[in-house]
T-cell receptor, first 115, second 115 residues
């Protein structure tokens, strides 16, 4: 069975600093997709970044990058130059569309950015 | 519509009553997902549809929960004989399909309170 683990319930960072949110996953499949979503206090789920298991380059989207280490089964999210608006809950997620399994989520990490 | 639409946005019901939650996905999206999120918790996968069929309904917590999708569009999640532990936000999401990083877009959720 697939599983996503986020071990940091809360993280604190100051504005303009970089922060890494940890995510490890467990799957026996060779093909899968990894995602990060942001959920602010308003409750909406905002897609941030995607990494395919066969992608050799780490995904980047603006200030977000995904540090993909396949052998270690980790997919950490790096946010550079944190902003106050980055304060939110962050979820790591994984799917395996080729096996027909839907997106499953970790328990999330709450990020608090202070000035 | 422009985004995933869910109704009702808020529902308070008495224990033992049945409730129906509706999801209208983004036009043209073939994949539709239901998740449940309790306060401050991660997303619990319930069921997903590809077209009108449900390849993965492994997350439905009990036989009181059922879902259907008709015409490859609107989906209804039904909870029979509601219990207090059913209180949560029920999130619906849709995507063009699965795989290759098809971004999954979420609705704003239906907040269910069972009293």
């Amino acid at each position: 069975a697939q599983k996503i683990t986020q071990t940091q319930p809360g993280m604190f960072v100051q504005e303009k600093e970089a922060v890494t949110l940890d995510c490890t996953y467990d799957t026996s499949d060779q093909s899968y997709g990894l995602f990060w979503y942001k959920q602010p206090s308003s409750g909406e789920m905002i897609f941030l970044i995607y990494q395919g298991s066969y992608d050799e380059q780490n995904a980047t989207e603006g200030r977000y990058s995904l540090n993909f280490q396949k052998a270690r089964k980790s997919a950490n999210l790096v946010i550079s130059a944190s902003q106050l608006g980055d304060s939110a809950m962050y979820f790591c997620a994984m799917d395996n569309p080729w096996a027909g399994t839907a997106l499953i989520f970790g328990k999330g990490t709450t990020l608090s950015v202070s000035s | 519509g422009a985004g995933v639409s869910q109704s009702p946005s808020n529902k308070v019901t008495e224990k033992g009553k049945d409730v129906e939650l509706r999801c209208d996905p983004i036009s043209g999206h073939t994949a539709l997902y239901w998740y449940r999120q309790s306060l401050g918790q991660g997303l619990e996968f319930l069921i997903y549809f590809q077209g009108n069929s449900a390849p993965d309904k492994s997350g439905l917590p009990s036989d009181r929960f059922s879902a259907e999708r008709t015409g490859g569009s609107v989906s209804t999640l039904t909870i029979q004989r509601t219990q207090q532990e059913d209180s949560a936000v029920y999130l619906c999401a849709s995507s063009w399909g699965q795989g290759a990083g098809n971004t999954i877009y979420f609705g704003e959720g239906s907040w269910l309170t069972v009293v």
